[in-house]
């Protein structure tokens, strides 16, 4: 008993250090106490998970039972062991869990029947049972399911990571599974960028702004909302339309920007302005659209010439820019067919897809397509307490949840004015082109 004190103190300072140590070095206590922990309860646990979450099969199995045999003539029951076939839960057979940065994974054996699909309808019940943040299920390869646990969200808080130096190439943010989230129009050349009013699609155009600002590239806005948006950024804008008549102009611009560096690629024999020699290279544009819908509205019907118009354009803009250099960004509450059969071809033709939380589940399918359902179900489950979240989606049909840098208009608005001198003016760039909006 007198020892009780001198145990109790052993035990809070032990209690103490463990705190500190996962507090100020976590990956190395994650890896030492945290990971094996949960490794073999991991384990322990995967029967009764499995069970749970139905991703066992019943198969038949011949075994040894005990039966009740006859009564002796003492009165005594003899038991007799009998070989009888019984069905019996098969779990699918599980590797030792390895640590990651932000959790824990683990390759599984398939059953008979069974797809990955299966693996990813279970996440989230999953999930619940192992009480982690998510799970995600991915296939390395035939017969084999990877479960990627997270413990905790990574995205509620992320640090700024260095630039890139890459041309046309910017890290708007961070991955759920902590590597950068970058984009890079030159493999991707088209973004949706969807979301609900505050849910960070406008973060994510002041973190291109700050990315693409030192780069040797023209940017060009679009912002039907009055230019509210992107005005702030016209010094290192090369042309900015903010009413309907400007959009037309622009636009027909850059129509017009296209054809003639077709025909310089044709001049050249190259298929795109890549392959041209650097010294008659045009330089690269940039398109970035606040509020898609604003360009497809129609506030009445003398309106509707200019949207068919608009609507040409873009898709144009959309189908050919990739290979002469012209790039888009697109913004947008609802990127629906609502707007017009427009809309569905531009949709088509942006590969890259960003869907930030949103209200209703259409626009998560008309933003991630019919992309794995689990990214919708993710999509919609990103909380308002975490703007700039979204859901990734880009050439390689992988998605990823993400979140971008925290990038305030005043930050971006400083990048545009600093790099001011190396917005190429409108004018040259459209020198040759019979007439311009700023012409
Ligand atoms: N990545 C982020 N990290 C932290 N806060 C963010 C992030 N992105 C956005 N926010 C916060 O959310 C607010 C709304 O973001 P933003 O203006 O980008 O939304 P939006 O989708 O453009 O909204 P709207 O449709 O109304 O224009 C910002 O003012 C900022 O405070
Ligand atoms: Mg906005």
């Known amino acids: 008993m007198r020892d ?141 399911v990877v479960l990627m646990a997270t413990m905790r969200d990574p995205l509620v808080k992320v640090d700024q990571l260095p630039a890139p130096t890459d041309l046309l190439k910017v890290t708007v943010g961070r991955l759920e599974n902590g590597k950068p989230w970058t984009i890079d129009f030159r493999t991707v ?31 060009v806005g679009f912002d039907l909302k009055g230019g509210v948006e992107f005005t702030p950024y016209s010094p290192r804008l090369s042309a900015l339309a903010t009413s309907r008549a400007e959009t037309v102009t622009l636009l027909d611009d850059l129509v017009g920007l296209m054809v003639d560096r077709m025909g310089l690629c044709r001049q050249g024999g190259a298929r795109n302005i890549w392959q041209l020699p650097p010294g008659i290279r045009p330089t690269p544009i940039v398109v970035l659209v606040d509020e898609l819908a604003e360009l497809y509205l129609m506030a009445d019907k003398s309106e509707k010439d200019e949207i068919a118009k608009t609507s040409t354009a873009l898709l144009r803009v959309a189908q050919l820019g990739r290979a002469f250099g012209i790039y888009l960004f697109c913004c947008g509450q609802r990127i629906g067919s609502d707007l017009g059969p427009g809309v569905t071809a531009l949709r088509a033709q942006c590969s890259g897809r960003i869907c930030h939380r949103v209200n209703d589940p259409e626009t998560a399918t008309m933003t991630l397509g019919d992309l794995d359902p689990a990214a919708l179900v993710s999509a919609r489950a990103i909380p308002a307490e975490t703007p700039g979240v979204a859901i990734v989606a880009g050439q390689d049909g992988q998605w990823y949840r993400a979140r971008s840098f925290y990038v305030t208009e005043q930050t971006a608005e400083h990048a545009a004015r600093t790099y001011a001198d190396l917005a190429p003016a409108w004018d040259e760039i459209t020198s040759h082109l019979p007439e311009s909006i700023n012409a």
């Not at 309860?41 to 006859?70: E, H, I």
């Open 4 to 144: 009780a004190p001198v145990l109790l103190t052993v035990l809070a300072a032990v209690a103490a250090g463990l705190w500190a140590w996962r507090r100020w070095h976590h990956q190395s206590f994650w890896l030492v106490v945290g990971y094996p922990i949960i490794a073999l309860s991991v384990l322990a646990s995967w029967r009764r998970v499995a069970l749970g979450c139905g991703l066992t099969k019943k198969r038949q199995r011949f075994w040894f039972t005990t039966v009740p045999g006859m009564v002796a003539s003492t009165g005594v029951v003899r038991v007799k062991r009998r070989f009888q076939r019984i069905a019996v839960d098969t779990k699918p057979f599980m590797w030792l869990p390895l640590p990651t940065r932000h959790g824990w994974r683990v390759t599984l054996h398939t059953l008979e029947g069974q797809t990955p699909g299966d693996y990813a309808d279970a996440a989230e019940r999953l999930a619940h049972s192992w009480g982690v943040h998510a799970i995600r299920a991915s296939s390395p390869r035939p017969g084999r």
């Open 189 to 219: 050349p088209h973004w949706l960028n969807a979301g609900a009013t505050q849910s960070g699609k406008s973060n994510l155009a002041n973190a291109l702004i700050v990315g693409l600002s030192p780069q040797p590239v023209a940017l």
